[in-house]
């Protein structure tokens, strides 16, 4: 796991009780590690960090955005290589931190390690993501063509979220009877193989 | 009960098509349906005008006519018994309607091909090819284990343009897709649908 040295120089830096007290730092990592929340609306992570709350430190503004920034950087990494609380201990260890600020973090780390991990794999590139589908079935009667149809008709859309994109996009198509049974087999086919490896 | 509607001139037309036997009927029906796909050669027109006695122009509202019956009862699917009854109601002997709706009935399906082509095409589903993938680690996080199925569908959009999509699902949504989609198929067997399709003839 590689940290760069501006960062490993300011999480020394906040290493240091007189630096930055225990108390300060707890404040200061429960705000970071709450930054991650869920945005209800869409579903998504939105890490945000109230600037206005870090007015109340008692560390000066360009130190405290460094550690700040520092802090992100390692929870990143931590929960990247997917750490144990062992392992996170041993790495604050080296760097310097006290038993009592190393306790207080695996604590947090713990908690919101999945989440983080959540987060980060929404960055990646993936095909368009199926999320709902909405179907319709239709009668087709007649057209300005051709009269006495008579045929059913279905009317499928397919909800998808892209990467990068909060509006979620459609795909839409139709289909007949037939089709639609192929389609629906195909899909059991494919369920019934993830079912399959689930249970190896 | 569906019917041909002809119009005052087309009615005129029908009469004038009496004073002629069934066999010329069945020329006239012949030329007709070349006529739909390649437009009459005016000199041939005036030549087989000349061989009946009758001025061209009166041959060619035949022949049109002739030609919107076909392609009339091919836009109605019209029936044998519907077309006879429609041609006689204004007029037309027995023996020549039967011509005519002979030529009807055997161009019926070629023309209806025809005008599907001209239907309304959205983009319609051919095929799907699906894997099964398990997310080991990406860029930004390691150590994974995410089932994924990606779906490769492939659609026609009717004017022979072929599109394909692909596109990805985990196993919830997967899921949900295959439970809905079986649910639509299962409504066409509802008593609702079946009431439908009985009644709307």
Redesign the interface.
Known sequence: MEINSKSVAALKYAANDENLSTQSFEALIKLIFDSFIVDLKVGKLVPKLETKNLDTFDVPKVELKEISASFYTLIAEF????FDTVSVSTFLEDTGFSNEKINIFSQFYLEKREII?LF??S??A????????N?R?D?I?K?N????I?E?V???E?K?EKSGETELSK???????E??????F??????K??ER??QI | M?QLHFNDRQKETIIFLNSFDDSIIGEFCRISTESIHKEINSKTLNNAAAKLNIPPMQLKEMLDLIAWIIIEGA???INEKELQESMIIVGLKNELANVIVASVMNNMHLL?NY??N???N?????????R?D?KLA???????L??E???K?D?DDGKNKKEV???????V??????N???E??N??KSNH?RR??RN??
């Open positions: 929960a990247r290589h997917n991990r980060l794999s960055t990646t993936s095909f368009p993501h199926v999320v709902d589908v179907w079935l009668y009667v057209e063509n051709l009269e006495r008579n059913p279905y009317l499928i397919l998808v795909v839409q198509f139709s289909c007949t009877v089709q639609l049974q192929d389609l629906v195909k899909l059991k086919e494919a369920s193989s993830v490896l689930a | 569906v836009r109605l699917s209806q005008m599907s001209m239907r309304i959205t983009l319609s589903y051919n095929n799907l090819e699906w099964l398990v990406t860029r930004s996080v390691l150590e994974l995410e089932p199925v990606i779906l569908f659609f999509k692909i596109l990805q699902t985990d196993v949504n997967l899921n949900n897709l295959t809905n989609l079986e639509a198929l409504e066409i649908c439908v399709f709307i003839v």
